[in-house]
């Protein structure tokens, strides 16, 4: 078989896009999170949120989907959209029970069913959470419940 002049510069010419095109898609990836990152820092949640919505694909290639759906549920809860934070974390608990940076996860959903007047689910997360935070997360929430009966 014989491949002419052309033919090779045509394939490295598409080797070449394909390459550009992927690092550029990478980049974008990574400034929807950078930007996301800092809505929410400003208090910009609606904005957050919207940054993040496209970065929580589990099946996403990049490596920052965890830390994504994080912070969407996060700018979420900091919107007072806490049925949507709530799904998020919760999902977050099933699609990614290895991430190193579940323990935050049970906590702010502990510290949420506490809002939320959900002892028995606050309480559940804070114990998932195995460390002094956890325990100073239940007295605190504890000692301010009037009427609850266990």
Not at 9 to 31: H, M
Not at 95 to 123: A, F, H, R
Request: aromatic share 18%.
């Amino acid at each position: 078989m014989v491949v002419n002049r052309k033919t090779i510069v045509f394939l490295n010419f598409l080797f070449f896009a394909l390459i550009a095109f992927t690092s550029i898609n990478a980049q974008s990836d990574q400034q929807k999170f950078l930007n996301g990152k800092q809505f929410l820092n400003e208090g910009k949640y609606n904005f957050a949120m919207e940054a993040f919505k496209d970065l929580t694909d589990p099946n996403a290639t990049h490596s920052f989907k965890e830390y994504a759906s994080f912070y969407f549920a996060l700018a979420g809860y900091k919107n007072g959209e806490n049925a949507l934070a709530r799904s998020m974390w919760l999902q977050m608990e099933s699609k990614y029970p290895s991430w190193k940076q579940m323990p935050e996860v049970y906590y702010c959903l502990s510290e949420l069913y506490y809002e939320e007047n959900d002892p028995i689910n606050g309480t559940r997360y804070a114990k998932k959470i195995e460390s002094k935070d956890a325990l100073r997360l239940v007295y605190k929430h504890l000692y301010e419940l009037d009427d609850f009966v266990l």
